[in-house]
């Protein structure tokens, strides 16, 4: 047990930054090895375990600015043919059709897989939907 009495005793503790971080250094590989261990096992993990809670996917829309000329570019026709194409998927996809179907008071069954085929009877004179 050192003396309390003598004056070279001292209750503080020194730490040596210098001394701490080549001991940090020392060990970088060790350090970075099971980082990267336990990286690579917890993504396995997650990956083959974990189920994912839910999915989601988002179709955007971006409408280009009109010029006020009559000519037009192939650019905006290629635009337009994208666009057909996107307006199809978006017509056909899950948040459409459901509408269509509450819409109209159709019976489906709960476990139909989306996208529905859609299709509708010749239309009489007198109608105009389905």
């Known amino acids: 047990m050192p003396n309390k009495n003598n004056p070279n005793f001292s209750d503080e503790e020194t730490i040596d930054l210098l001394e701490l971080f080549n001991e940090i250094l020392r060990h ?14 917890t ?4 990956k083959t375990f974990v189920t994912p809670q839910y999915e989601s996917s988002a179709l955007m829309i971006v409408n280009t600015r009109q010029d ?27 948040t459409v ?9 159709w019976i489906m069954p ?8 859609v299709s509708c009877p010749p239309l009489s004179p007198k109608s105009t939907s389905c």
């Open 28 to 41: 970088i590989w060790v350090i970075l090895a099971v980082t990267l261990v336990t990286g690579v096992a």
């Open 43 to 46: 993504f396995f993990g997650v």
């Open 68 to 94: 006020s000329s009559a000519n037009v570019t192939n650019d905006q026709i290629n635009s337009a043919v994208k666009l057909v194409d996107t307006y199809s998927i978006i017509i056909k996809s899950r």
């Open 97 to 105: 059709l459901q509408q269509v179907i509450d819409d109209l008071n």
């Open 110 to 117: 709960t476990m139909y897989p989306f996208p529905l085929p």
